[in-house]
């Protein structure tokens, strides 16, 4: 445990050292103030919960957006030490693979969790405190903290398992930006375009289903459809009554997002020749 402990304080020494920490924790808390400040301003009107509007803002910003720092963060965490020929030395000491590998992804979740936990507490306290939010609300908050370090955690692991399985970092990269195409863009088009021409010979139930094979929607399901309040705003109310998974089923979806390419990564760098 203290070696993988030792990899993670390294990498979080270079995320400050190379700004990654402050760039991510800034790009977040600004679009995160942008957007939970202009989503709060209409609500004295509409008497709406402003902490609610807030969590689907920030939900609908996370899907695009934590993807992609965990990639761009993770995506040559191992092929970047064998190109720059640091991996062998960090094997000579009494470090094992598994550690390694899980050193690496601790550290880059830690990141990825400061960053979160700063930019986006802030303007959720922000909105909270200021404008008032009701314990339902605050409760799809901390729900929104949670799955947001799950969500960037599932990209680590889905980057990490990339970078095993080529020789070179630009090709890392390429498999990276592909992963987020596949993810973000493509994957819900796919499934708008079997909506819109498969409504005959589909069921309605295999939709659901289909959306469990995505990190991202899996994500945005759990936010938006777990709380009335949010629900009602995200104008998710119709599909939560279609599909019927309970939170504690989406999030241990997620979770498993998080385990399954990393225990596949675990497998392939136990096996690899260096």
Not at 33 to 60: D, I, M, R
Not at 137 to 166: D, E, P
Not at 185 to 213: C, E, M, N, R, Y
Not at 238 to 264: E, H, K, N, R
Request: no cysteine.
């Amino acid at each position: 445990m203290n070696a993988i402990l030792v990899i993670a304080g390294k990498e979080l020494r270079d995320g400050l050292r190379n700004r990654w920490i402050i760039g991510a924790t800034l790009v977040l808390a600004s679009l995160a103030f942008a957007l939970a400040l202009l989503g709060a301003a209409p609500t004295g009107t509409l008497a709406v919960k402003p902490l609610a509007v807030t969590v689907v803002s920030l939900a609908s910003l996370s899907i695009f957006l934590l993807p992609l720092i965990a990639l761009l963060l993770s995506y040559d965490s191992v092929v970047g030490e064998i190109e720059r020929g640091t991996m062998l030395l960090l094997l000579t000491y009494p470090l094992t693979h598994t550690q390694f590998l899980l050193g690496k992804v601790l550290g880059h979740s830690a990141i990825l969790t400061l960053a979160t936990l700063v930019g986006y507490g802030g303007a959720g306290l922000a909105v909270g405190l200021g404008q008032g939010g009701d314990a339902q609300s605050w409760g799809a908050f901390a729900l929104l903290l949670a799955t947001s370090v799950m969500l960037g955690m599932a990209f680590v692991s889905l980057a990490t398992l990339a970078s095993l399985l080529v020789r070179e970092r630009s090709t890392a990269a390429g498999i990276s930006v592909a992963l987020w195409l596949l993810f973000v863009v493509v994957f819900d088009l796919a499934i708008l375009g079997l909506l819109v021409t498969g409504k005959d010979w589909l069921a309605p139930w295999a939709f659901g289903w289909l959306l469990l094979a995505n990190p991202a929607d899996v994500y945005r399901l759990v936010n938006l459809t777990g709380f009335e309040n949010v629900r009602m705003f995200s104008g998710m109310a119709g599909a939560a009554a279609d599909l019927s998974f309970p939170p504690g089923v989406l999030l241990a979806v997620l979770a498993a997002w998080v385990l399954a390419p990393l225990a596949a990564a675990l497998t392939i760098f136990r096996r690899r020749e260096l």
